[in-house]
């Protein structure tokens, strides 16, 4: 699936001021940067609706949705959201 970002927030109050896009963004510059073929991915449970929106709307796929194991060691469905072209994520 490609480089793999792992944990991207941003905090509520400054969430709809395009921050997301461009920390996104910047992920996709350093990764095509390394290998330009490599996609990006990354996991979000499935319950957090306004960040599978986000990246929806960035242009990511919704690759599976599986049941995963949590870091405290409960389990949740958690979605592997990819972007196979890292171009998308570009500003312009």
Not at 28 to 47: I, M, P
Not at 59 to 77: L, Q, R
């Amino acid at each position: 699936f490609g480089t793999l970002l792992d944990n991207l927030h941003v905090l509520q109050e400054y969430q709809g001021h395009g921050l997301g896009r461009q920390l996104m963004a910047h992920v996709a510059h350093w990764s095509y940067g390394r290998d330009a073929t490599s996609g990006l991915y990354l996991w979000v449970l499935a319950e957090n609706t306004p960040a599978r929106r986000f990246y929806e709307k960035a242009g990511a796929i919704n690759h599976e949705t599986i049941y995963m194991e949590n870091p405290d060691g409960t389990f949740s469905d958690t979605c592997r959201y990819v972007w196979p072209d890292v171009t998308r994520l570009f500003l312009t």
